[in-house]
């Protein structure tokens, strides 16, 4: 990693009514919109599912990190993030995120070692831990053994 402070610039051009082009240095052009629940389109990447993908990605790339910190061998991970929008306080925010995760383990992991880098990333994560709104994380380990398949399931709030 980069020493830090990292900086980050992100544009966006749009005009009075329909879809927004955003645009990073070395990066391809988003389109986004508003959600169908907002009388947008539904057919490009809305705020809210841009909101949910970062706190999703950045879940997978803190679990590598922490992994191969921990030499916890992984195969998969595969996360379902859903999140609800709802009047918290008199403010319409998020107000639950979950990710649903499934770490496929490597035939030689260790189950514990996957479980603390779950936790860690829990912990770490840099999107989840800049938000207000409580990420859970509810993870699934499958873990090839002699004795067949193991399913090793838990839950954790960042």
């Known amino acids: ?4 402070p990292h900086d980050y610039d992100v544009d966006l051009i749009g005009g009075p009514q329909g879809y927004a ?18 009388d947008g389109p539904g057919d490009a990447w809305s ?10 990605s950045c879940f997978l790339f803190t679990f590598r990190a922490v992994a191969r910190t921990l030499r916890a061998e992984f195969q998969e991970v595969d996360a ?8 918290v306080g008199g403010v319409t925010r998020f107000a639950d995120i979950v990710i649903r995760a499934t ?18 990333t ?16 509810e993870a699934v380990i499958h873990a090839a053994g002699a004795s067949g398949r193991v399913d090793e399931r838990f839950k954790r709030t960042a």
């Open 47 to 56: 705020p809210e599912h841009l909101l949910l993908a970062s706190v999703s």
């Open 21 to 38: 082009t955003i645009s990073a240095p070395g990066l391809p052009d988003l389109t986004t919109a508003p959600p169908r629940e907002y």
């Open 103 to 120: 770490v496929t383990a490597a035939p030689s992991a260790s189950v514990e070692l996957l479980q603390r880098a779950i936790d860690k």
């Open 80 to 87: 379902h993030t859903s999140g609800i929008v709802s009047r």
């Open 1 to 4: 990693m980069k020493p830090l």
């Open 122 to 137: 829990t912990a770490h994560c840099l999107v989840s831990s800049s938000l207000a709104t409580p990420v859970t994380v």
